[in-house]
């Protein structure tokens, strides 16, 4: 699925990293809680969150994520905008919650574990 | 490369925003010295949870990673508490850490597991009161 279309399905609003939207993704994770994202995610490129802080970031980047959705309008800080644009990673954010855009993403074909649905 | 690479960090304990520049600082010298991104991203989560540990329960510390020819070494030292019960703190879900740092995203009794699990081995040397060594090796 291209980042363009996770941004239609969910009415996203892009906040940085609009050069990539025609980047290809396989598969997507939704959690608030980095510590779990560390020790069960397994390339998964994007990740779907409600928690707005310089960490999820980082733990995007450490997993090697691309782009990362902010769930409930939440909004990240400029900070994080700024760390984003340093490492090349999609910010946008969307008035869904995390059920929703989940599920909006799932049905229409990103899985995700990798597998091939 | 026939000579070891060698990294230093100071870890600061103060700031729980900034924690993790030392491992983005690992993932992008392991980049340029055309490590394999498997590793990379094994030695960058380790780390990871390595930096965000010293800086939850220690107050901060410093590490050292070295890249040799057929492993990497992460060594990281505090100065903290020290961990009370070792195979305690190793079970997932285990935590001592403050419900400020939960609702941070972090302290779900995953980072010690976390290391072993992306690393090929991990020592652990504790004392309290004094603090806490801990050296993971990721072989190449």
Redesign the interface.
């Given at each position: 699925m291209k980042i363009g279309t996770i941004k239609d399905l969910l009415n996203a609003e892009v906040i940085c990293g609009e050069e990539a939207l025609e980047r290809e993704v396989y598969s997507a994770c939704g959690s608030?809680?980095?510590?779990?994202v560390?020790?069960y995610v397994k390339d998964q490129a994007v990740l779907l969150t409600g928690?707005v802080?310089?960490?999820?970031l980082?733990?995007a980047?450490?997993?090697?994520m691309v782009c990362i959705v902010f769930v409930r309008s939440k909004c990240p800080t400029e900070?994080m905008v700024a760390l984003a644009r340093e490492s090349g990673m999609v910010l946008m954010k969307t008035k869904k919650r995390m059920y929703e855009a989940c599920g909006k993403l799932y049905a229409n074909g990103l899985c995700g574990n990798g597998e091939k649905r | 490369m026939n000579e070891a690479v060698k990294l230093h960090f100071l870890v600061d304990g103060e700031d729980?925003?900034?924690?993790?520049q030392a491992?983005?600082q690992v993932?992008k010298s392991l980049r340029q010295l055309g490590i394999s991104?498997e590793i990379i991203?094994k030695v960058?989560?380790a780390m990871?949870?390595g930096e965000?540990n010293m800086v939850i329960h220690a107050g901060g510390g410093e590490a050292d990673v070295v890249i040799y020819e057929d492993r990497i070494e992460i060594d990281l030292i505090d100065h903290g508490p020290g961990i009370a019960n070792i195979d305690l703190a190793m079970q997932?879900g285990f935590s001592t850490a403050p419900d400020n740092i939960r609702s941070?995203?972090?302290?779900?009794?995953?980072?010690l597991?976390?290391m072993k699990?992306y690393t090929d081995s991990m020592k652990i040397d504790s004392e309290l009161g004094k603090g806490t060594r801990i050296l993971m090796t990721v072989n190449l």
């Open positions: 608030d809680m980095m510590s779990d560390l020790a928690l802080n310089p960490q999820v980082r733990t980047e450490m997993m090697d900070e | 729980f925003t900034s924690a993790g491992s983005v993932k991104p991203r960058s989560i990871y949870e965000i997932e941070l995203g972090f302290g779900a009794g995953m980072g597991p976390n699990r």
